[in-house]
Each structure stands twice: as structure tokens, then as C-alpha cells.
């Protein structure tokens, strides 16, 4: 296995050299290199894939945007993650290990956020996408 750090304080400059990562056995005398990876950005999961399917979730279930258009795709339409959906219409519900549920307004008090639009279901099981100052 490769050494490796994660790096928590952008402010804190890493240097690359055997005195930060140490030498793994089998490497001493070689050529070694490092490389920066970005933390990958949270972003809530699709639990219903449209309006009418079954979504499970112990957290907050955001009811948005399906797909965005103009994205110069084959389709020209790619689906929309939930992040991006709230950059829309949205409505956002808690749920505390309540099982299945099916998505669609009856599930968010009969809000229907784009009438007449694709939606669907995500889940923010680690709260993390919408401040509670938003769900109002």
C-alpha cells in the first residue's frame, strides 16, 4: 500500500519527500512522486429515479429538478444531482427510518415544486445539503 495524508488545512503546505510520507519498503532508492486528488464533493443520493417510486432515507428527502437541459450531451438532457436540484424549485422532507415512502407531493404536503416537470427523489442522509434556515 502507498503511503498517503490527507491533507484537512488548505493554508498547510505538504512537502513531497521521503521525511512527509516515509519510505515503503521494497522502494528505497526509486524514483517516488506524489499526487493531489480533490476530496470528493458530498452530494445527496437519488433514492427515487421518478415521481411514483418507492425512496428510502434516514435523513432529509429533497423533491426536485430531474434532469437539466442544454447540457450538449447526446440527449441533450442529463439528470440532475441533488445539489443541482436545489438550485431549482425544490420541497424537503425528514424522514426518521420511516421505511419506503413513494415520492411525489403527497409526501411533501401536496407540494408540487414544477408542476408539469420531471422529478425525483434524493436522499440527504447526512444533513449536510440544506441548512435548516432554508426549510421554512
Given amino acids: 500500500m502507498w503511503p498517503s ?40 443520493r437519488v433514492c427515487a429515479e421518478k415521481t411514483g417510486d418507492d425512496c428510502m432515507c434516514n435523513g432529509r428527502v429533497i423533491y426536485g429538478q430531474h434532469e437539466i437541459k442544454g447540457i450538449n450531451t447526446i440527449k441533450d438532457t442529463v439528470g440532475a444531482n441533488g445539489i443541482q436540484a436545489t438550485k431549482n424549485y425544490w420541497t424537503v422532507q425528514n424522514f426518521n427510518n420511516t421505511g419506503h415512502q413513494t415520492c411525489g407531493p403527497a409526501l411533501f404536503e401536496t407540494i408540487d415544486p414544477l408542476v408539469g416537470k420531471d422529478k425525483r427523489c434524493y436522499c440527504d442522509e447526512d444533513n449536510k445539503s440544506i441548512s435548516a434556515a432554508l426549510e421554512l
Fill in 5 to 44: 495524508m490527507p491533507k484537512t488545512n488548505e493554508a498547510v503546505y505538504l512537502r513531497c519527500n521521503k521525511y512527509t510520507f516515509g519510505v515503503p519498503p521494497g522502494t528505497e532508492g526509486k524514483t517516488m512522486a506524489c499526487w493531489c486528488e480533490p476530496k470528493p464533493q458530498y452530494l445527496p
